[in-house]
């Protein structure tokens, strides 16, 4: 008998929810608890900690347990196995121990409550739940070790400065610091250690801190990632001398721990009075409750209620729920056993936190400093901060504690800097419109709508990888920073970068904006109120002439043998013609000899006509003759075959007469009388300083303009002037002609020279500048700001080599090629209509006479 659809279906759920989740619900079984309390343990503790246990967790659950029961067993073997029955377990054992039973409870699926000894690295956080006996004043070791485990110190190397009387009465804290473990995915830390002398005082104490910390100070410009750790009651000292080597930019993280035994005794903010936006400091203050019982039965105590008052909890939520709905509802939503483990270590972490007094005796609270764009946020600007005030850059946030009961309790990381950046705060970015580096399209209201461009490309991208938005400040290009007269009615074509506009150079003073996106030429430093970011262009200079005229091929049949060869030429037909008739005319046997080549004018037409493969109608018999004749011949397959594939490259490939590649070479060039240079211009200026002849020759004479008008493209397209100008300047100038005229009639030079670098401009007292220029350099080596350049900068495609070669591919003979073979013809016409006029005369003047006379004297 076959079962419906649906019944068969409803029966394999069950099936599969039953073998999916075998773990009893805490409404049919009690829940069931192991404690194992090691024997060694109990003996080095000297107190029989078994016994206490269970009068402890006895009366625990008899007083708290309203509904349901938990099943309890005790152990004092720490090496047993527990079976998947047990729910949970609760041991007391050393460090080694400890570990070896969770990683034994994983195998079966408890959860493990562990109580141990201090300087023990944390179990998983999610998946167990650890309390070291720290004992007052012995908590680094176990604090260095949670902020490894739980990835507070995400560091690789550390630099340690710590008093000699920490180290003395913390025996296990530089063990702690190196410590790695590839089980518990701990990183080993490179290690550092500088133990400072705390009996040192005045000078002397200062003199050794700052022989101590200049080893790490950055040399010139070139700040290294480096982390400190700092445990030591001169805190103040460290950071007044750090701060003064530069020690505190954006890529050193600071960790101090302060020793005071009251946290009201310390304000970061005084602390830090005298530092810069843009550092990485963090405080660990001590915030243990100097009234707590830090012992042994207490912690069990605490432990015990968490686990009871837990369990109550879920058992009274498993009531409720399932008083609402079906025992087939509740089967299929009940929670497995793994889910019960996460919900009970939520719950007991909760309890302890609020209610905990005993086991977390020694308290740590963790600030970490803000500071990242604080001149920029919220686009307030800042004032600088006085001695008398509290640091304005520096915002100080409380992001958690460290207790040996939970460890490390953040809600924020411990440097937010070194991961979020400027955690997408609104920087003020200025700039002004100067294609193609800037270009802002403004709607009717003249707001900014649209931006583009490679620098405000490389604004995007920096903003998208430093995390903050921007807002832009147009500065309006006034005439009077450039120095134009009021009669310029055309703008030049190209861009320039040399002179910045006053109102940028105001704006960037006192760190009020956070860059200048403007493509600004690198040029000395010297009482400038702002800095050069890293290079993102390098422009050079080259000049602009016209084209050199292609060579007239007029002569062009001429052009494939040189004068010489065409002499030779001419030589060995007037000796080859001679020798053949000669030979010919010496012939021992007159049946050997030919009558058509009997004459000298014969035998000339037969070499000549053999010359132009035509062949000829008589063949000498004698071998003399032949060997004259076969070898002439070859002599004509030479040279014909010669001359045909030279004619055909001369034909292909135009001459050009010689132009001016080098500016050396413009004084050869009496035909060139003027030299134009753009008005402000780096290169101007770099030619005060150089020493190059040719350079210097050509600022003398050379005409500075301003505008469109005084730029006369007209002179340098008849050929009478040169200017100099970036080679992108005049590539736009030559693709505008070009688009215009539809063929080019410019040159550039192949010379480049005065390479001007270009770049962006921070506030010279900018603490980003190195965190920019390394922003640059990876955009710069994964291609990106070589791609903006090749988008937005003009081009030479029409008029480049790569495109002559097109148009000569594809190039078809006209009648300029021409003109050379029609010229060859009516050369040959006019030769002969000549030789015919003198055949006419040679036959009137003397045949006829002859003929006359001949009849005369014969009547």
């Known amino acids: 008998m076959r079962l419906p659809l649906f019944l068969a279906l409803w029966i394999a759920r069950q099936f599969s929810t039953i073998s999916a989740n075998d773990f009893s619900s805490f409404l049919s079984a009690n829940a069931s608890l192991a404690v194992v309390v090691d024997h060694d343990y109990m003996h080095k503790r000297g107190q029989n900690i078994i016994a206490h246990f269970e009068k402890i967790l006895s009366d625990t659950i008899r007083e708290n347990m309203k509904n349901g029961g938990i099943n309890v067993r005790y152990f004092t073997w720490n090496a047993v196995r527990l079976k998947k029955d047990f729910l949970a377990a609760i041991t007391v054992t050393d460090c080694e121990n400890t570990w070896n039973f969770y990683k034994s409870t994983q195998e079966t699926s408890v959860l493990l409550i562990a109580i141990t000894d201090s300087d023990c690295p944390r179990l998983p956080i999610n998946r167990a739940l650890m309390i070291p006996m720290v004992d007052h004043g012995d908590e680094f070791p176990q604090i260095i070790l ?4 739980q990835q507070i110190l995400k560091w690789k190397t550390a630099v340690v400065f710590l008093d000699q009387s920490i180290l003395d009465s913390n025996s296990m804290l530089v063990k702690s610091i190196v410590h790695e473990s590839t089980t518990n995915h701990i990183a080993p830390i490179s290690l550092i250690l500088y133990k400072i002398d705390d009996s040192l005082r005045g000078q002397k104490k200062r003199s050794a801190l700052r022989q101590a910390l200049a080893q790490f100070a950055p040399f010139k410009h070139e700040l290294q990632h480096q982390q400190f750790l700092v445990l030591s009651q001169f805190y103040e000292e460290i950071i007044e001398i750090a701060e003064s080597l530069n020690m505190f930019h954006v890529n050193n993280q600071w960790m101090f721990f302060v020793l005071e035994e009251l946290q009201r005794d310390f304000d970061a903010n005084t602390i830090t009075i005298n530092l810069d936006e843009g550092a990485n400091i963090a405080f660990a203050l001590n915030a243990t409750s100097p009234d707590c019982m830090d012992t042994l039965n207490c912690t069990i105590t605490e432990i015990s209620m968490a686990f009871v008052t837990s369990i109550s909890r879920m058992i009274l939520e498993e009531q409720s729920i399932y008083g609402e709905i079906s025992d087939e509802e509740w089967e299929s939503i009940r929670s497995t056993k793994q889910e019960k483990q ?55 946030v409380k992001i958690g504690y460290w207790s040996p009961l939970l460890g490390f309790v953040c809600q924020e990381l411990m440097f937010p800097h070194i991961e979020h950046h400027f955690r997408n705060i609104t920087m003020d970015i200025v700039t002004v419109h100067n294609p193609p580096w800037q270009i802002l399209t403004k709607d009717s209201r003249g707001v900014i709508v649209e931006h583009k461009g490679i620098v405000m490309e490389i604004l995007k991208e920096l903003s998208r990888a430093l995390n903050f938005t921007y807002y832009l400040h147009e500065v309006k290009e006034d005439e009077f920073d450039y120095n134009l007269s009021s009669n310029e009615s055309e703008e030049l074509v190209g861009s320039m970068t040399f002179r910045i506009p006053y109102k940028v150079v105001e704006l960037m003073q006192g760190n009020r904006f956070f860059l200048a996106a403007v493509a600004a030429t690198v040029d000395e430093l010297q009482n400038k109120p702002f800095n050069y970011t890293q290079p993102i262009s390098v422009q050079k200079y080259s000049f602009i002439t016209r084209q050199p005229d292609e060579v007239s091929r007029i002569y062009l049949f001429t052009a494939p043998f040189t004068l010489e060869t065409w002499g030779c030429l001419m030589g060995i037909i007037l000796v080859t013609a001679p020798v053949l008739y000669v030979i010919n005319r010496l012939l021992p046997l007159h049946e050997l000899k030919i009558s058509g080549l009997s004459t000298m004018k014969n035998c000339f037409w037969y070499v000549y006509g053999a010359l132009l493969q035509q062949g000829g109608m008589y063949l000498p018999k004698a071998d003399s003759g032949r060997l004259v004749v076969g070898f002439w011949w070859i002599v004509v397959i030479v040279l014909v075959t010669t001359y045909c594939g030279n004619l055909v490259a001369f034909l292909t490939f135009p001459k050009f007469q010689p132009g001016v590649d080098f500016l050396g070479q413009l004084s050869h060039h009496k035909e060139i009388s003027q030299y134009g240079l753009r008005n402000g211009t780096f290169f101007e200026k770099y030619t005060q300083s150089t020493t190059r002849k040719d350079f210097m020759d050509y600022m003398e004479r050379a005409v500075i303009y301003s505008n469109g008008n005084a730029e006369d493209i007209a002179a340098v397209k008849s050929g009478r002037r040169v200017n100099i100008d970036w080679r992108i300047n005049l590539q736009l100038i030559v693709q505008q002609h070009f688009e215009h005229d539809k063929e ?116």
């Open 146 to 149: 949670d902020a490894k485990v």
């Open 342 to 396: 996460d919900e009970i270590l939520t719950y007991m972490k909760d309890y302890l936190k609020n209610n905990s007094r005993c086991a977390s005796c020694a308290k740590w609270s963790v600030e970490t400093a803000v500071t990242w764009g604080k001149s920029q946020e919220n686009r307030k600007f800042r004032s600088a901060p006085t001695r008398d005030a509290k640091n304005r850059n520096f915002e100080f």
């Open 744 to 859: 080019c009639k410019f040159a550039l030079g192949k010379e480049d020279f005065v390479d001007e670098q270009i770049a962006l401009i921070v506030p010279s007292d900018s603490a980003y500048l190195n965190l920019i220029n390394h922003h640059i350099d990876r955009l710069f080596r994964m291609g990106f700001i070589e791609r903006w350049h090749q988008t937005n900068l003009p081009s030479m495609d029409k008029c480049s080599g790569r495109s002559l070669m097109r148009q000569i591919t594809n190039h078809k003979v006209n009648l300029e090629d021409m003109q050379g073979c029609f010229l060859v013809l009516i050369f040959g016409f006019s030769t002969a209509v000549f030789v015919a006029c003198i055949e006419f005369w040679y036959f009137r003047l003397y045949v006829q006479s002859n003929q006359r006379k001949r009849s005369v004297f014969a009547n």
